[in-house]
T-cell receptor, first 111, second 117 residues
Framework: KQEVTQIPAALSVPEGENLVLNCSFT??????LQWFRQDPGKGLTSLLL?????REQTSGRLNASLDKSSGRSTLYIAASQPGDSATYLC??????????FGRGTSLIVHP | NAGVMQNPRHLVRRRGQEARLRCSPM?????VYWYRQLPEEGLKFMVY????????ESGMPKERFSAEFPKEGPSILRIQQVVRGDSAAYFC???????????????FGPGTRLTVL
């Protein structure tokens, strides 16, 4: 059974910092890994999706990497802004193609 | 092109009542997934449906919970005889194609927050 862990659970940083969110998973036989953003009381917005054959994906100030052999992914956010404040979820899909979610990292970027 | 719609956004029920949650997928999508998010926990998969078929219900409790996705109309997640432990946010996602295919990207709705008194 796939288990997904996200560290840290919460993070508070001043505006402008570069930061790294971590996701680890126990079963390396994955189909893809996806990073989502969830704002309070809202649904999930997909940020980046990495297929199992890929090592990283980039979108604007976001970069996600995948190391299947070590069961790790990182989400790098450059030059953080207050608008980045949200909960970031990592989801790993395996052979059933149904994603298993971590509990998320709650990020606050203060001005 | 409207996104995934869920209604109601908030639902309050007393113990023992029934809760019906609706999900209208994105236009052109025929695959629907339901997830539950309990307080302080991650999203947990419940059920995956295609029009008129349940593809995977491995995450759905065996009792009191049922889901359908009829040929016409929204997908319905039904919870009978609700208990306090059912209080959670229920999210629906839809995709154009079969899970594992090239068009399986899931798009999430805003969720329904169920409170059981």
């Amino acid at each position: 059974k796939q288990e997904v862990t996200q560290i840290p659970a919460a993070l508070s940083v001043p505006e402008g910092e570069n930061l790294v969110l971590n996701c680890s998973f126990t079963d390396s036989a994955i189909y893809n890994l996806q990073w989502f953003r969830q704002d309070p009381g809202k649904g999930l917005t997909s940020l980046l999706l990495i297929q199992s054959s890929q090592r990283e994906q980039t979108s604007g100030r976001l970069n996600a990497s995948l190391d299947k052999s070590s069961g790790r992914s990182t989400l790098y956010i450059a030059a953080s802004q207050p608008g980045d404040s949200a909960t970031y979820l990592c989801a790993v899909a395996g052979g059933s193609y149904i994603p298993t979610f971590g509990r998320g990292t709650s990020l606050i970027v203060h001005p | 092109n409207a996104g995934v719609m869920q209604n109601p956004r908030h639902l309050v029920r007393r113990r023992g009542q029934e809760a019906r949650l609706r999900c209208s997928p994105m236009k052109g999508h025929s695959h629907v997934y339901w997830y539950r998010q309990l307080p302080e926990e991650g999203l947990k998969f419940m059920v995956y449906l295609q029009k008129e078929n349940i593809i995977d219900e491995s995450g759905m409790p065996k009792e009191r919970f049922s889901a359908e996705f009829p040929k016409e109309g929204p997908s319905i997640l039904r919870i009978q005889q609700v208990v306090r432990g059912d209080s959670a946010a229920y999210f629906c996602a839809s995709s154009a194609g079969l899970a594992g295919g090239s068009t399986d990207t899931q798009y999430f709705g805003p969720g329904t927050r169920l409170t059981v008194l």
